[in-house]
């Protein structure tokens, strides 16, 4: 699973040091089979989510657009904007989410180790040299 995450596109240029620390903050969740993990047109609630396990479907409106399962990311747009939910996801078999929230994210940059606020200086120098 570790090997899936730190190639997740929100992840693949950031040092495995600084990803393993983001996901220590973050809390895992639970669901069983049929529930409904998000619910298109509903607020965004600041979090995005890995499938540690399990499979899900994503769908808009009636149609199934997509199947995601283990080291996929869903959600991730309420990290980044607060507009309601683009699509529903439902659980296809029981699944573990890692729950990564805005919050803890904005946290760790104002409190933790210097390692997120360097990776995020690293990648602004990137940029900048491009």
């Known amino acids: ?7 997740l596109t929100i992840f693949q240029w ?9 996901i220590s903050h973050c809390k895992e969740k639970n669901y069983k089979q049929g529930q409904t993990i998000l619910q298109q ?19 808009i409106g ?5 199947e995601l399962s283990e080291g996929d990311i ?9 507009e309601e ?5 439902i659980a296809e078999t029981d699944i573990i989410v890692i729950m990564i929230r805005i919050e ?3 946290n760790m940059i104002n409190n933790d180790s210097n390692k997120i ?14």
């Open 1 to 7: 699973m570790a090997e899936s995450i730190y190639g």
């Open 14 to 22: 950031i040092n495995h040091e600084v990803v393993d620390d983001i």
């Open 41 to 59: 047109w509903d607020p965004s609630n600041g979090e995005g989510y890995i499938l540690k396990s399990g499979r899900v479907s994503i769908l």
């Open 62 to 66: 009636e149609n199934r657009i997509a």
């Open 74 to 82: 869903f959600g991730e747009m309420a990290l980044l904007s607060e």
């Open 85 to 89: 939910r683009s699509a529903t996801v």
């Open 104 to 106: 803890d994210l904005i």
């Open 117 to 130: 606020n360097k990776e995020i200086i690293r990648r602004i120098e990137e940029n900048l040299e491009r």
